[in-house]
């Protein structure tokens, strides 16, 4: 399951945030920590081709994918050396695959801002060296203990110093790890490490209208700063998709079509985050359920068969495989099997998005 941490400056709008995005209600106060103990809820990644699929296939069960945000406490200036609630906080966000970095784009002189004043590149810059600060701590303290390893001439001691040291420099420079081009081994040292700024990372500015001229400055003036960091920026109207949460789906809906809005805020940053990952979605038809799974692009029939069950990897014989659009454009998977258009894939076989398996196995 993908997993989304919700950081940022305290009384920046993190758990109207998370209340716009998981339809959950956390609380919302005035004052900085109002979160401690994270906050966290599983969604249903939206997705209208699996309703589409259960209908087509005449499934009982539609199941889709999920992913879990987690509102994270409020991060202040020092808090990779345990100021406010640092030392919690970071330990939080490394257990997350990707970061949601709220940034105050209202004004509002009732909730005040730990900085003064609202600034969005700043505040976007002070947690992101608190970052880097955590990270390079992290990095000298394992390479203290390879300290005699390296003196011994070990090679894998010798490999990851190499590595570490590298890393150590960017880190020095408050750069984020995330820029860093390394091999595939050089970036498992990294992510052994659980390095925070080697995660991808959206900067999301909560506006209180994604479209006004306030908050289309605010993005004008982020988007230099994103592009030297190496992430992604969009905006949201928190308040507005809070209260999206709070209705019914039909609603929502009609509501979303009177605002000329084509995705709601979830939509638009699960789909975000699913590309920062590189993550595609594929499709199975079991007995009388429908399910959307979830996988890194350039996976095999073969992972995919162990994520539906270890059984269906160990026994895996072929994997029968058909588009979504086909199966759409025939109406069934019978249909498209008479037309010769299932294929027949082996276990080395790399998925597409949309892709509909039927795993054959020996039990």
């Known amino acids: 399951m993908l997993t989304v941490g919700i950081i940022g400056l305290p009384n920046v709008g993190k758990s109207t945030v ?44 539609v199941v889709p994918a999920a992913t879990e945000f987690v509102d994270i406490a409020g991060l202040v200036r020092g808090a990779s050396k345990g100021e406010g609630l640092g030392n919690q906080f970071l330990g939080h966000v490394r257990t997350v695959d990707a970061l949601l970095h709220v940034l105050r784009g209202f004004p509002n002189e009732a909730i005040p801002h730990v900085e003064g004043g609202m600034d969005p590149v700043r505040d976007a810059s002070i947690v992101d060296l608190e970052l880097a600060l955590a990270d ?18 070990e090679k894998d001691a010798m490999a990851e110093a190499e590595v570490l040291n590298r ?21 498992q040292v990294v992510r052994e490490a659980g390095l925070l700024t080697e995660k991808p990372v ?13 908050a289309r400055a605010a993005l004008a003036a982020l988007e230099p700063y994103v592009r030297e960091h190496g992430g992604r920026v969009d905006a949201l109207g928190g308040k ?43 499709f199975t038809i079991v007995g009388q359920e429908a399910r959307a799974w979830a996988m890194p692009r350039g996976g095999t029939a ?7 069950h270890s059984d269906m990897e160990k026994g895996f014989i072929k994997a029968e495989v058909l588009d979504f659009g086909t199966l759409e454009r025939l109406g069934s998977w ?29 039990a």
């Open 334 to 362: 019978q249909e498209a099997r008479n037309q010769g258009l299932v294929r027949i894939e082996g276990h080395d076989y790399h998925l597409a998005d949309g892709d509909i398996l039927r795993i054959r196995f020996h």
């Open 167 to 187: 890393v150590a420099k960017e880190l020095d420079a408050a750069r984020p790890l995330r820029l860093l081009p390394l091999d595939e081994h050089q970036r």
């Open 18 to 61: 998370f209340n716009a995005l998981a339809g959950a209600h956390a609380r919302v106060s005035d004052f900085p920590f109002c979160t401690i103990e994270p906050n966290k809820a599983v969604v249903a990644v939206p997705d209208p081709r699996l309703a589409r699929l259960g209908e087509l296939s005449q499934q009982e069960r």
């Open 136 to 153: 390079l701590a992290i990095v000298q303290r394992r390479l203290e203990r390879l300290e005699g390893g390296v003196r011994r001439r």
């Open 202 to 214: 959206l900067y999301l500015l909560n506006a209180a209208d994604r479209d006004d001229e306030q």
């Open 302 to 308: 073969l992972k995919a068969a162990g994520m539906i």
């Open 240 to 282: 507005l998709e809070a209260d999206l949460a709070d209705i019914t789906e039909g609603e929502r809906e009609e509501f979303k079509k009177e605002l000329g809005l084509p995705e709601s805020g979830l939509e638009r940053v699960i789909r975000q985050c699913y590309e920062m990952l590189g993550l595609l979605t594929f």
